[in-house]
């Protein structure tokens, strides 16, 4: 099956600071989505971005499908971006649509 | 719109019982999925179900299982239970198909089987 590497795995910053997050896979896909699970562990979804970029505040997100990587930025971090960011990939083939792969996740840490 | 909403969101278990959670998916979304996630594993796909037919299965064993309504709601059994059941299970929704592929989580059901 499809494969998901996620760097680094843990990121610790100072208020303020920006960060990039890499999301590896091994295939092709048809659904990318990047994920910030609170202490709750509720997931949030932050995007949906099999191709492209997209922007959301002081989040972005990039993804080259042909390279097959996805780059997940946040600026000026702020106490509450703390907590696990996972990407999560569905690969193209057949009906898997509804199968998304996970990474191991990146942990967060913003301090004051 | 209401979320998606899961119910219990906590149980307690022993050894060797069945437990069955529920998903209520959002509004107008015809496919559920459900994931496990633990601290050894990460998260791990269990099953979908698009329009009350199962589509996709993950590598779990037959002691979990699953089924759709014509509603959407979903529930999902696991029989049996072993201590490494303990887990957070996960239920999404999305349009389903060629409509969308965005999934949305609900909050989880916190399962601790003693």
């Known amino acids: 099956g499809i494969q998901v590497e996620q760097s680094p795995p843990d990121l610790i910053l100072q208020e303020g600071a920006n960060s990039t997050l890499r999301c590896n896979f091994s295939d092709s896909v048809n659904n990318l989505q990047w994920f910030h699970q609170n202490p709750w562990g509720q997931l949030i979804n932050l995007f949906y971005i099999p191709s492209g970029t997209k922007q959301n505040g002081r989040l972005s997100a990039t993804t080259v499908a042909t390279e097959r990587y996805s780059l997940l930025y946040i600026s000026s971090s702020q106490t509450t971006d703390s907590g696990v960011y996972f990407c999560?990939?569905?690969?193209?083939?057949?009906?898997?649509?509804?199968?998304?792969?996970f990474g191991q996740g990146t942990i967060l840490t913003v301090h004051p | 719109k209401a979320g998606v909403t899961q119910t219990p969101r906590y149980l307690i278990k022993t050894r060797g019982q069945q437990v069955t959670l529920s998903c209520s998916p959002i509004?107008?979304?015809?496919?559920v999925s459900w994931y496990q996630q633990t601290p050894g594993q990460g998260l791990q796909f269990l099953f979908e179900?698009?329009?009350?037919?199962?589509?996709n299965k993950g590598n779990f064993p037959g002691r979990f299982s699953g089924r759709q309504f014509s509603n959407s709601r979903s529930e999902m059994n696991v029989s049996t239970l072993e201590l490494g059941d303990s887990a957070l299970y996960l239920c999404?929704?999305?349009?389903?198909?060629?409509?969308?592929?965005?999934?949305?989580f609900g909050p989880g059901t916190r399962l601790l089987v003693l």
């Open positions: 999404a929704s999305s349009l389903g198909g060629l409509a969308g592929y965005t999934q949305y």
């Open positions: 509004s107008g979304h015809r496919s």
């Open positions: 999560a990939v569905s690969d193209a083939g057949g009906t898997s649509y509804g199968k998304l792969t």
């Open positions: 179900y698009f329009s009350e037919t199962q589509r």
